[in-house]
Every structure is written in C-alpha cells, then in structure tokens.
C-alpha cells in the first residue's frame, strides 16, 4: 500500500498534496474562466449521460485525470454561484479567504465533538460563538453552536422548546419519549415562515398539524394582532402554545415579523420565543439597518446562517441559546467520548450541545473571513445589495409590462410578467435550459411571481436592468404561443 496517499509529515506525502493541490487550482482557475453563462443548459438526462464512468474500478486512476474528468463532466455544469444572473436562492459566492480556511479543515480534518478530537479547534469555536451572543446582544449566560444550516438550527430550537415546555410539567421526553400532553402542543409562525418550522414538527412527534400559521400583513410581515388571537384560540382549546416563531428575513419576500411586539406577547403567554434569522442576521453588522432586528436580544434563541450574507462556503451556521443552561435537556454522557469527570478537570467537550457527533470545524471560515475583512466590509456589501435592490424595484414598478409585489426591505424582489402564470413559469425556465439567467419563482393567492435574490455582490443595477429587460422579451415571445395564454387555474403553478 502506497502511504504517500495519506496526508501526513512525510516528504513523499507533503510532495503529492502540493502537486494535487496545484492542479485542482488550475483546474477550478480554468473551469471560472471559461464560465461564461451562468449554466450550460444541459437537461439532467443529457448530463447523466456524461457520468458513466465505473465509481470504484479494481486499481486506481491517476488523480489528475479524475479530476479533469469531474470538472468536464460536473462542475463545467455546475451553476456559476458567482454569476451576476444568478438570483434564484440564497445562494452566495464564496469568500476567498475562507475558501483557505476550507484547506485547513480538511487537512487537519478536526472533529468537534470532544476535546481530544479538536484540541484547539474547540476554544476557536467557543470564542466565535461568544462573540456572536454578544453581537445579538446576549450576555455571559448564553451560548450556542455551529449547525449544517437553518434548518438543523430552527429544528434545534423547536426540540428544546419543546422538551423545556415538557420540563415545566414535570415530564421529560430524553427519558419516557413524549406523553399525551405532546398532542396538545401548539408552535405558531407566519404563513410565510420556512417550511422547516413543519418539518421539525413533524420529526419531533408533534405533526405539522401543531403549527399554527398566523397572518401576515401587506409587507407579509407577521401580523400581532392575528397572533394574540391565535393565542386566545389555543387557550380556549385548553391547547398549549411552546413556541412562537419569528422569521428575520423570510425567504420569499424578505420580509422581517416585529421582533421586540412578539417578544412581550410570548413572554405575556410565557412561551419560547425562537427568531429565525438565517437570512436577516447579517444586518446586525450594518449601521443602516442594525435596528431592523430590534428586540433580538430578547429572543430565547436565534438561527444564524453564515452561508448565505456572510459569503461562507456551505455548510456554516450557528444556533445561539440565550440561557445556556437549557442545553441540559439534550445532555448525554458516553464513556469513550465524553466522561462527565472531564468537566470536573476542566476539559470542554461541545458533544453536548449539538444533535451532532462528528462535526466539521466550520467555525474557523468566518473567523479567518472576520479577520481578514473586518465588519466595515461585510456593512458594505449588506448596505450595497438592499441599495440595489430597492433601486430595481423601483425600475420594475413604473414598467406597466411588470407587477411588483411588494416594496423590499431586504435582498429580495418579488414581481410578475403582466400575463399568464404559463408565461411566468415559462420565462424562468427559458432562462434556465438556455443559460442565460437562474431566477427564481414563487406563488402568492394562486399566481405565479418571479423572484430576484439579489445577494451576490458581484450584481450591478445596470446588470439586473439587463436582466429585467430580457424577462420582458421573453415573456414578450411566450405570449404569442397559444400554449402559454391559458388562464391561470388552467396552466396551474407548481406547489412551493
């Protein structure tokens, strides 16, 4: 067996990882450059075509030629995250400095469930995450810990919501699992919250039908009032409110629920107040719109994702916990990994606040890229992206060819072709099988919208005007197809 393969001191080993590490950069160097679309256009039964090689043949291929193979066959197909045009997700380009932070977890290929695993790596964690508590606000008795993405995050927070409202009673689900009171468990958030919040009902033995989903206003922010009403309505249901939702940064709209309102209606129902700011939490580092979170530092947990405004190589968020002592209720101790003597000796072991074991070291993407940039950067690009696109929704207002849906107030536009939803539906997808463009779609009362999200920095006003103006050219050819005018109940729109 040729050891040189392994990463290790070795002079051979240290040679072959400076020579593979120097032909994946030409390589990535040369698959960007010739990038020149935003996606090939290729169908997924064309592309398959292309991945025939055996995955594990008897004896090994040299590794210059598996890696020129994958990229002609997948990333030279990949979707250019980078690219101006592309504003369908949440979906960012990457730092570079973080993109070297990446090679080091790699290399060192830590595991941040205990301390013999990490070493180091562990107070690094540790420090990021305090200094995010203090950044939303909390004090010295919160804490937190790095998650796959918001998802895992706002599951973490509906389970110990949960389990908390169980302790209060007097049960515990780590032991017995859940008793009958469970069913009477209710979790509201608007109707335009993450679909993860039914999710983690649903995993957690409650069924999405325990998720109440409260109005939301014109803005689609949630609506207050609505929620104390749907409040009054669990109680006389003789139900049980665990946990109310906000959402800083909806993913459709963008919109941001009244933080500080729904603080004091949760406390006033002594119920977990949980905000999900995967996408708005990068505007605590704005000067400009700071104050758009107002009241976080109330809330008893936050979702934080540093893979979508703060330009993090997937996977990378965080989850804050604003009484740390409430990750108890998730607590276990294993002999072989974490032996409860180990605290007596002063060894940290962060096992014990993630649902995860083996866990990458993430946290050291945002500190390198904290470091390197420093918060006057990251300011500017969240204050550059929402200048932008309140600029192009001003653009697509006065078109009368276009309909805006609502007035933006983060990074997100919402709007319409003025025709069918076949026609809205089939822009999006010219855009995509030709290369030209990857925006988004949604649905609002049963129409169909195209949606910007206008995150990557590299977008220019003058670009999404380009981008907007070729929208209406298309939409333009598809409403001369007979095909594309069917009224709206009848081409149908696709569920989100």
């Excluded at 980078?82 to 290399?107: G, K, N, R």
């Excluded at 905000?275 to 104050?291: E, F, K, N």
Aim: charged share 20%.
């Amino acid at each position: 067996m040729d050891l040189q393969h392994f990463l290790n001191h070795n002079p051979e080993s240290l040679a072959q990882y400076a020579q593979t590490v120097q032909q994946t950069q030409k390589l990535i160097q040369d698959c960007l450059s010739q990038q020149e679309r935003v996606f090939s256009g290729l169908s997924p039964a064309t592309l398959s075509e292309f991945l025939t090689q055996k995955i594990l043949p008897e004896q090994g291929i040299p590794t210059q030629q598996v890696l020129q193979e994958a990229v002609e066959a997948i990333f030279s197909h990949s979707i250019a995250v980078h690219h101006p045009d592309c504003v369908a997700h949440l979906h960012c380009p990457v730092l570079i400095p973080s993109l070297a932070a990446e090679m080091l977890i790699s290399a060192f290929n830590q595991s941040m469930d205990s301390w013999d695993q990490s070493g180091a790596a562990t107070l690094l964690e540790q420090n990021l995450i305090n200094f995010m508590c203090q950044l939303y606000g909390y004090d010295a008795n919160a804490d937190g810990t790095l998650t796959s993405g918001g998802t895992q995050s706002n599951f973490m927070a509906l389970m110990l919501a949960r389990d908390y409202a169980l302790q209060q009673r007097g049960f515990t689900s780590q032991l017995h699992g859940l008793p009958n009171l469970a069913g009477r468990f209710r979790i509201l958030c608007s109707e335009v919250a993450h679909f993860s919040v039914q999710q983690s009902a649903a995993i957690l033995g409650l069924g999405m039908d325990a998720v109440v989903r409260v109005k939301v206003d014109k803005n689609y922010r949630l609506c207050s009032q609505h929620l104390v009403q749907c409040l009054e309505d669990i109680d006389r249901q003789d139900l049980i409110p665990i946990c109310i939702v906000a959402t800083a940064g909806t993913t459709d709209f963008g919109s941001i629920d009244p933080i500080a309102e729904m603080t004091a209606i949760a406390r006033e129902h002594n119920t977990w107040l949980h905000v999900d700011a995967a996408y708005g939490g990068a505007l605590m580092l704005s000067d400009r719109h700071r104050q758009k979170l107002a009241g976080i530092h109330q809330a008893d947990s936050i979702t934080i994702n540093f893979h979508k405004l703060f330009y993090q190589p997937i996977p990378c968020s965080l989850f804050l916990l604003k009484d740390k002592s409430r990750f108890e209720l998730m607590r276990l101790n294993v002999a072989y990994l974490n032996p409860e003597h180990n605290e007596d000796e002063g060894i940290p072991d962060l096992v014990t606040k993630s649902i995860q074991t083996t866990r990458r070291f993430d946290a050291v993407k945002p500190y390198i890229a904290f470091r390197a940039l420093g918060r006057e950067f990251f300011a500017g690009v969240v204050d550059r992206g929402i200048d932008i696109t309140q600029q192009i929704a001003a653009y697509i207002e006065q078109d009368p060819q276009l309909e805006l849906a609502v007035s933006p107030e983060m990074s997100t536009v919402v709007f319409r072709y003025r025709s069918t939803n076949a026609v809205n539906l089939g822009i999006k997808q010219a855009l995509l099988q030709t290369g030209k463009a990857v925006i988004g779609q949604t649905e609002i009362q049963g129409r169909a919208y195209l949606k910007f999200t206008l995150i990557n920095p590299l977008v220019t006003f003058d670009r999404t005007v380009a981008l907007v103006e070729k929208i209406k050219r298309v939409g333009t050819m598809l409403s001369e197809l007979p095909n594309f005018m069917q009224p709206a109940k009848e081409a149908g729109v696709g569920s989100r």
